[in-house]
């Protein structure tokens, strides 16, 4: 079977998280003690290498000729999703990690909650977070459970209860940086599956813009359209964000709170005093289960 192209994409945004670490507390956009330590040796040796400030700056204007102001889009996300996961905590059974990738939220949260984790993503990757888990932390945590599952061809709800989830957890569902690598077919599937999700359960996701998926706007990322939509095809769907509330509302959900780059910007980088723009091209949204 050929690999998935969007099985190598989970090393970049923990990169990125490892790297704010090198941030002074009061500059960091996002905290993640074990980002660092969930890289392979290589990019740990650039986190190290991006401690002096200088060539941190150097490494985010690099990085931003790729895709200018994506750096604050990822970081900023993974703020959001924390801020959204903390204030449901106390009113939530489980949570449900779409896509994990290499991200650590859920061995995190085992040192708040005692609440089963659901990890869900591509056999390789979870073969590859198994392993890294076993090496940084010993052994896997009771709580948190590693589903395998092929989005574009399985169903979610099936392969969760095969690894004790329950239908009627009211669910925080985490999908982050995984819509646009998956078609409309998978997108709608995956909340077609989940309408049987307790009412009260929340989502938080985020979504690449169509306008950007479609080229009708590349907002100044040529290099990335060229590299996501024009040699690999990797980026398949997207929404724009005046449709993102009646898409939710046809599978059950009612969509709370939207957050693009001008919200981002002033909710989570202002305050740090840092100047990093961030881009259209993605927004971050926060829906719940009606």
């Known amino acids: 079977m050929a690999r998935n192209p969007a099985a190598g994409t989970a090393f970049g945004p923990m990169l990125l998280s490892a790297i704010e670490q090198n941030e002074p507390a009061d500059r960091r956009l996002v905290d993640d003690d074990l980002a660092g330590l969930f890289l392979p040796a290589p990019l740990r040796l650039l986190v190290a290498a991006t401690a002096p400030s200088l060539l941190r700056r150097v490494f985010i204007s690099a990085s931003e000729r790729t895709g200018p102001g994506l750096w604050a889009n990822l970081v900023c996300r ?15 059974d489980a949570v449900v990690i779409l896509g994990a990738g290499l991200d650590t939220r859920a061995y995190r949260l085992t040192r708040r909650i005692r609440k089963p984790v659901f990890e869900v993503d591509l056999p390789v990757n979870i073969a590859r977070k198994a392993r890294t888990v076993r090496k940084v932390l010993g052994e896997l945590p009771l709580s948190v459970r590693l589903v395998a599952l092929d989005f574009e061809h399985d169903d979610l709800l099936t392969a969760l209860a095969e690894h004790g989830y329950h239908i009627d957890y ?30 009260g359960s929340r989502m938080v996701f985020s979504y690449v813009r169509r306008d950007f998926i479609d080229g009708t706007n590349r907002y100044g990322s040529r290099t990335l359209y060229r590299s996501v939509r024009g040699r690999r095809q990797l980026w398949h769907f997207g929404l724009l964000p005046e449709e993102v509330e009646g898409f939710l509302a046809g599978y059950g959900w009612r969509l709370v709170e939207q957050l693009g780059p001008d919200e981002l910007v002033e909710r989570y980088v202002k305050p740090t005093g840092r100047r990093l723009p961030a881009s ?9 289960k009606v």
């Open 78 to 92: 993974k703020r959001f999703i924390g801020d959204k996961v903390a204030e449901a905590l106390d009113e939530v």
């Open 280 to 288: 259209q091209i993605e927004w971050s949204a926060l829906a719940e």
């Open 170 to 199: 009211r669910t925080f569902f985490i999908w982050e940086g995984v819509t646009q690598y998956l078609t409309e077919d998978a997108v709608r599937a995956t909340l077609d599956g989940l309408r049987p999700t307790a009412p």
